[in-house]
C-alpha cells in the first residue's frame, strides 16, 4: 500500500506581526512627532521674521525726522514696537535689539552698516532682532521633542530696513507748482549761518503725525510765509511753470491736488529740465507767474497738514511772467495755514518729511531736504 508523507507544517508564531508593528507604531510616531516639532518651529521662525521685517520698515520711516529737528531714538523704538505688536502680540523687544544705524549702500556687504555718530549723519537705516529664548519673551516650548530630553528651542530673527534721500522727483510726485527761497526754508528749519537773522518764523501751528490734522498750537517746528509783498521777500510771488509755459488755473490746481502728470513734463516748455530717467533733478530753472488765484485757494486749503514737495530757489531774474528762478534744492514741506484776505495773499508752511514712491534715489547731485524714497529691506 502506497503511503504519502505529508511535508510538515512549522509551527505558527504568533505575535511575530504585533511586535512588528509596535516597532514600525514607534518610528512612525516618532516620525510625526518630528515633523509637527519641525514645522511648529518653522512657522513661529516664519511669523518672528515676518514681524521683525514690518517693525524694521516702520522704524527705518521713524528715523525721518522733520529738517532741522532732531532724531528721537526713543521714538523710533516706540514706534518699532508698535509694529511688533500689531503684528505679534506680547512680543517683548529689548532696547538694544533695535539699532538705529548708517546704512551705506555703496559699500560691500558686510561692511554696509555702521554708527551714526554725529547730526550731520543721522541713522537713515533700524536693525531689529525679535526673539524667543532665555533673553527675552522664553524659548519656544515643543510638543513631543521632551520625549528625547529637548524641551525647547531657541528662536531669533533679524530684519534691517533702509530709508533713502531722494535725489529727485518723478512725474506723479505730490510736488507744489510754487516755490520759496532757500534761505526761508532754512530758517524755518533752524538751519543757521545762511544769512536769513532778519526772516520772520513762528510756531504757531501743529500737524498731528497720524490724522495730519492742522490746529494752533506748537509743536516745535516753525512755520514761515510763503508769499509776501516785496519782490524776492519772503519767498516767492507767483506760482512756478511746471509744463506749459501758458499754465493756467485749471493746472496750477490740478498739480497742487496731484502733482505734475507725465504730460507736463513731456510739455516742449518744459521737456529740457527733464533726465534722461524721467527726473526733474536739480539744478534747474524754469519761468514763473504772478499773483495767487482765488481758486487756487481751496486746493491749498484742501492738503493743508498733507506733506507736499517744494523746489527751492536762489536765485531769480526778471520779473512777472517773464520771471525765471533758478532751482537748486527739493525740500518737504505741508501747508498749514492759508490766508487769502486783503494783499498780499499769504500761505504758511512748515518743513515736513515726505515719503513717495515717485521720487529717485539721490546718486551724485544735490540730496532733497526731508524727501525720502520709500523704506526697504536690505542686506547689511
Not at 532665555?134 to 530709508?163: D, E, K, M, Q
Not at 490734522?213 to 506748537?218: E, F, H
Not at 481751496?298 to 514737495?309: Q, V
Request: proline fraction near 7%; glycine fraction near 10%; aromatic fraction near 6%.
Amino acid at each position: 500500500m502506497l503511503t504519502i508523507a505529508h511535508a510538515s507544517r512549522p509551527a505558527a508564531r504568533r505575535g511575530n506581526v504585533l511586535i512588528l508593528f509596535a516597532v514600525l507604531l514607534t518610528s512612525l510616531i516618532g516620525m510625526v512627532a518630528f515633523a509637527i516639532d519641525t514645522g511648529y518651529i518653522a512657522l513661529t521662525k516664519t511669523k518672528l521674521q515676518a514681524t521683525a521685517d514690518a517693525a524694521a520698515l516702520a522704524g527705518a520711516v521713524a528715523t525721518a525726522a522733520p529738517p532741522g529737528e532732531p532724531q528721537n531714538a526713543a521714538a523710533v523704538r516706540a514706534e518699532v514696537r508698535r509694529y511688533v505688536e500689531l503684528n505679534t502680540s506680547g512680543l517683548t523687544v529689548l532696547d538694544e535689539d533695535v539699532r538705529l544705524v548708517r546704512y551705506t549702500p555703496t559699500a560691500e556687504p558686510g561692511d554696509r552698516l555702521s554708527a551714526s555718530s554725529s547730526a550731520a549723519q543721522p541713522a537713515n537705516a533700524v536693525q531689529v532682532t525679535l526673539r524667543r529664548d532665555a533673553l527675552a519673551n522664553n524659548p519656544l516650548r515643543l510638543f513631543f521633542a521632551p520625549v528625547i530630553g529637548t524641551n525647547s528651542a531657541s528662536l531669533a530673527a533679524t530684519a534691517t530696513a533702509y530709508i533713502g534721500s531722494a535725489g529727485g522727483v518723478t512725474a506723479g510726485a505730490p510736488l507744489l507748482p510754487y516755490t520759496m527761497h532757500i534761505d526761508y526754508y532754512h530758517a524755518a528749519a533752524g538751519l543757521t549761518g545762511l544769512g536769513q537773522s532778519a526772516i520772520t518764523v513762528a510756531d504757531a501751528f501743529t500737524v498731528d503725525p497720524t490724522t495730519l490734522r492742522v490746529s494752533p498750537g506748537s509743536d516745535g517746528v516753525m512755520e514761515v510765509v510763503l508769499f509776501g509783498d516785496r519782490q524776492h521777500a519772503p519767498g516767492n510771488f507767483g506760482s512756478l511753470d511746471i509744463g506749459s509755459s501758458q499754465n493756467g488755473t485749471s493746472e496750477l490746481e490740478r498739480q497742487v491736488y496731484s502733482g505734475p502728470t507725465p504730460g507736463d513734463f513731456a510739455n516742449p516748455d518744459f521737456a529740457t529740465n527733464v533726465g534722461a530717467d524721467g527726473s526733474l533733478q536739480v539744478p534747474f530753472s524754469t519761468t514763473g507767474d504772478t499773483g495767487l488765484s482765488g481758486s487756487v485757494k481751496t486746493a491749498l486749503e484742501a492738503i493743508a497738514g498733507k506733506p507736499r514737495i517744494i523746489p527751492l530757489y536762489d536765485t531769480v531774474s526778471g520779473s512777472g511772467n517773464g520771471a525765471v528762478y533758478h532751482l537748486v534744492e527739493f525740500a518737504g514741506v505741508v501747508v498749514t495755514k492759508v490766508d487769502f484776505n486783503g494783499s498780499p495773499k499769504r500761505v504758511w508752511v512748515q518743513p515736513a518729511f515726505v515719503v513717495s514712491n515717485k521720487v529717485s534715489p539721490v546718486t551724485t547731485g544735490k540730496a532733497a531736504t526731508g524727501v525720502y524714497t520709500p523704506p526697504k529691506l536690505v542686506i547689511p
